[in-house]
């Protein structure tokens, strides 16, 4: 069945510098990549997110890169924050029914 | 955005009992909800997707007839837990689509079940 896998598991960087999770999927049909980033005990809040006809897309210090050949997606934070520290889950969207399957989560640490 | 609840946040039950809980989309009309579960430190896993008017669509392992789905209006869905165990406590969450707003899927507040 369809698959998303997600690297890092875990990530720690320093207040300031730039964060990359990165997901690879399986099912070539999907056409929309979101991510989400989850605080403990919260629902899953949109970030950013891109679909399979455009390559690259950037809304202030979050970035979203597709590679459809390659089947990867990439989450790119700059200029780090301590309030960046949360799950952060890629998905793409495939499926008769169009369902959305997440990949395992990056545990973003953020220190000041 | 478009707004989805749910109801209640958090419920604890015995095991043996039955428990439901209510997704709501609220300012749009939503065909098709959908129904996932998270267990701590884990990734959020599809359990059905509910169509308005059909029977639901279970993944792979999800029985059906312990986790009922009912979506019998537009704007409601309903996951029924039957003789809910243990194993079954987890932070449920429901997601919906507004089809006339691109791919993107609204995720209700979650629903956290104790089963005692």
């Known amino acids: 069945g369809e698959n998303v896998e997600q690297h890092p598991s875990t990530l720690s960087v320093q207040e300031g510098d730039s964060a990359v999770i990165k997901c690879t999927y399986s099912?070539?049909?999907?056409?929309?990549f979101p991510w989400y980033k989850q605080e403990l005990g919260k629902r899953p809040q949109l970030i950013i997110d891109?679909?399979?006809?455009?390559g690259e897309k950037k809304d202030q210090r979050i970035a979203v890169t597709l590679n459809k050949t390659a089947k990867h997606f990439s989450l790119h934070i700059t200029e780090t924050q301590p309030e960046d520290s949360a799950v952060y889950f890629c998905?793409?969207?495939?499926?008769?029914?169009?369902?959305?399957?997440f990949g395992a989560g990056t545990r973003l640490a953020v220190h000041p | 955005g478009a707004v989805v609840s749910q109801h209640p946040s958090w419920v604890i039950c015995k095991s043996g009992t039955s428990v439901k809980i209510e997704c709501r989309s609220l300012d749009f009309q939503a065909t098709t909800m959908f129904w996932y579960r998270q267990f701590p430190k884990q990734s959020l896993m599809l359990m059905a997707t509910s169509n308005e008017g059909s029977k639901a669509t279970y993944e792979q392992g999800v029985e059906k007839d312990k986790f009922l789905i009912n979506h019998a209006s537009l704007t409601l869905s309903t996951l029924t837990v039957t003789s809910a165990h243990p194993e079954d406590s987890s932070f449920y969450i429901c997601?919906?689509?507004?089809?006339?707003?691109?791919?993107?899927?609204?995720f209700g507040p979650g629903t956290r079940l104790t089963v005692t």
């Open positions: 099912d070539s049909a999907s056409n929309y």
């Open positions: 998905a793409s969207l495939g499926g008769g029914y169009n369902k959305l399957i």
């Open positions: 891109i679909r399979s006809n455009v």
């Open positions: 997601s919906a689509r507004d089809p006339g707003i691109s791919y993107e899927q609204y």
